[in-house]
């Protein structure tokens, strides 16, 4: 699986797991929806994560904004495919493959979140686009604020 756009670097000679994977843009009041998450060095990434088994983009989209936000989102429009090589918490290598989506908010319940080390921040986008951990996901957001 070849992604449209391909961003991070790959160490040479390591072979990256093509993970497929989906990511969201979601705004309210002038800022977006991130997620931090606290792990050995925190962080910060647009919501989303892995599509599972037979998965559809948009049904994985809604599931990891529930998981990791409590948000009930509507998928809307699928902004680009990209790629993201990285290392995970564990340190293996991944690359994750998949659309970075536009969705509505629909509802938010906190109770409804289930990781713990993901923390919902809305922040504004221009300092979203520095904190964002992953290339892929600033460069989505960098897409959408160009065009709006």
């Given amino acids: 699986m ?22 969201g843009l979601v705004f309210r009041d002038g800022q977006v929806a991130c997620v931090r998450v606290t792990r050995d060095t925190p962080y910060h990434d647009l919501p ?22 409590g948000m009930m989102v509507q998928p809307r429009d699928r902004l680009v495919e990209a790629g993201q090589f990285f290392r995970k918490s564990d340190n293996s290598p991944v690359n994750n493959v998949g ?6 908010l629909l509802s938010l319940d906190p109770s409804a979140k289930v990781e713990d080390d993901h923390e919902l921040v809305w922040l504004d986008p221009q300092v979203a686009l ?9 460069w989505a957001l960098a897409f959408w604020l160009r065009r709006n």
């Fill in 48 to 69: 989303g994560g892995a599509v599972d088994g037979d998965e559809t983009e948009p049904q994985a989209l809604v599931r990891e904004f529930v998981e990791e936000t």
């Fill in 130 to 138: 520095s904190c964002l951990r992953h290339d892929a996901h600033a």
């Fill in 99 to 104: 659309g970075i989506w536009t969705a509505d």
């Fill in 2 to 23: 070849r992604p449209a756009l391909q961003f991070g670097r790959a160490d040479p000679g390591v072979a990256y797991v093509v993970r497929p994977a989906t990511f």
